[in-house]
């Protein structure tokens, strides 16, 4: 079974600076999908971004930024020019793509961004 | 956009209840998932449903939950006999696995209903 770990459960941030929040994950697969989802207070899950294992190249979406070491396990998420409206709970998700018809998210217990101005 | 829609938001049910949480997934999905996040804690999941059947089941998902896609856009959760424990935000997400289609290996998740168990 696939874990996920997110050990930093509350952070803090001015805004416009970098906030890096991280997460490693535990599988014996190779192919896999992982996403890091973002919780305002609405408590609507959104998505933030997405990286595909067999990718090299970290995703990248505006000024949020992937940190994926596969080796390592490591999936960690860099918010650049932070903004008041990022704060939210961040949660990151790990899915597998192994074939069949099972493709449930195994999530994190979260991180607890606050955005200072 | 296409979006994911729940209702009811809010539901306030009395223990020992019925309660049915309706979702209609984005239209060309295939895959569909429930997930219950108790107050505090994290996303957990529930079951996912493809091709009109259940596909995976979490230990959480008894006798007591079961799922159903009645008319082919609708998507519930039922829970016969709620307990206290329910109480908890329930979302529904949707997933279309095209390998034709891009980010199709996303799950898109609806703005959740708040379940309160009295």
């Known amino acids: 079974a696939q874990t996920v770990t997110q050990s930093q459960p509350e952070m803090s941030v001015q805004e416009a600076e970098t906030v890096t929040l991280s997460c490693t994950y535990d599988?014996?697969?190779?192919?896999?999908?992982l996403f890091w989802y973002k919780q305002p207070p609405s408590r609507q899950m959104i998505l933030v971004i997405r990286q595909e294992a067999y990718k090299q190249q970290n995703a990248t979406e505006n000024r949020f930024s992937v940190n994926f070491q596969k080796a390592a396990k490591s999936f960690s998420l860099k918010i650049s020019d932070s903004q008041l409206g990022d704060t939210a709970m961040y949660f990151c998700?790990?899915?597998?793509?192994?074939?069949?018809?099972?493709?449930?998210?195994?999530f994190g217990k979260g991180t607890l961004l606050t955005v200072n101005p | 956009e296409p979006e994911v829609t729940q209702t009811p938001s809010h539901q306030v049910t009395q223990m020992g209840q019925e309660v049915i949480l309706r979702c209609v997934p984005i239209s060309n999905h295939l895959y569909f998932y429930w997930y219950r996040q108790i107050l505090g804690q994290k996303v957990e999941f529930l079951v996912s449903?493809?091709?009109?059947?259940?596909?995976?089941k979490s230990e959480i998902f008894d006798d007591q939950f079961s799922v159903e896609r009645p008319d082919g856009s609708n998507f519930t959760l039922k829970i016969r006999s709620t307990k206290l424990e329910d109480s908890a935000m329930y979302f529904c997400a949707s997933s279309a696995r095209d390998r034709g289609l891009p980010g199709t290996d996303t799950q898109y998740f609806g703005p959740g209903t708040r379940l309160t168990v009295l």
């Open positions: 998700a790990f899915r597998t793509n192994s074939g069949g018809s099972n493709y449930k998210l195994t």
């Open positions: 449903f493809y091709n009109n059947e259940i596909s995976e």
């Open positions: 599988t014996s697969e190779s192919n896999y999908y």
